[in-house]
């Protein structure tokens, strides 16, 4: 089935050590998101693709970063994840951005930082 | 700014009970509307949307009507069952703005 694709599931990684998430998707859509999703709360674009451009969300920190290699593929990284970045990050992808357009999003990838 | 409000939860209730969660919204212009459903562990899963105003988005037994004149879009199902125990969010989209700007979700109990 065509789907959004996030992997790992869960991720455990270090104060300060950088890791980078992964999406994949076999829907061929231009667009690509991350959202960020604390504890509890709704969650908050963080920046999308249109294709190769690259849209940032104005109060995105400096330590978030992403990279969109193809149209299957996106990546997040944090430089140095602190104990406040331990979050859900949320994938999605979106054919355009016309009115209506659904947002079709991932599974999600749980991450704690120690 | 742009916003969403959702009823307070948690809301419990038990199976085959009429359920209703508020939705209303701030927006400048005419936004697309939608409800997503987020089961536990898991990301989000679109449940029904509305793209004008007096639309019905419909979906598994879910309703919810997008009404300009009262800038709501409340979900409602007649006879709720324990499957569909999760949190809800409504969220508003513009043409071309590309962010989903959500309210704070409401999580539903349904007991048996």
């Known amino acids: 089935d065509a789907m959004v694709i996030q992997n790992p599931r869960y991720q455990v990684t270090q104060f300060g050590k950088p890791v980078t998430l992964s999406c994949s998707q076999t829907l061929n859509h231009n667009v690509m998101y991350w959202y960020q999703q604390k504890s509890s709360q709704a969650p908050k674009l963080l920046f999308h693709?249109?294709?190769?451009?690259?849209?940032n969300e104005a109060d995105t920190p400096d330590n978030f970063q992403s990279r969109r290699p193809n149209t299957s593929f996106c990546f997040l990284d944090i430089r140095s994840p602190g104990l406040g970045d331990a979050a859900m990050y949320l994938c999605?992808?979106?054919?355009?951005?016309?009115?209506?357009?659904?947002?079709?999003f991932g599974p999600g990838t749980r991450l704690l930082v120690l | 700014g742009d916003s969403v409000t959702q009823m307070e939860g948690p809301v419990t209730l038990s199976e085959e009970a009429c359920l209703t969660i508020?939705?209303?919204?701030?927006?400048?212009?005419?936004?697309?509307l939608f409800w997503y459903v987020q089961y536990p562990g898991e990301g989000l899963q679109l449940l029904l949307k509305a793209t004008k105003a007096d639309d019905k988005g419909s979906n598994k037994g879910f309703e919810a009507t997008y009404r300009k004149e009262t800038t709501s879009f409340h979900l409602e199902k007649g006879s709720v069952q324990v499957s569909d125990s999760a949190v809800y969010f409504c969220a508003l989209l513009y043409s071309g703005a590309q962010k989903l700007v959500f309210g704070q979700g409401t999580r539903l109990t349904i007991n048996p």
């Open positions: 999605a992808t979106s054919r355009g951005t016309g009115a209506g357009e659904t947002q079709y």
């Open positions: 508020n939705c209303t919204y701030t927006a400048t212009g005419y936004p697309s």
């Open positions: 693709y249109y294709d190769k451009d690259f849209n």
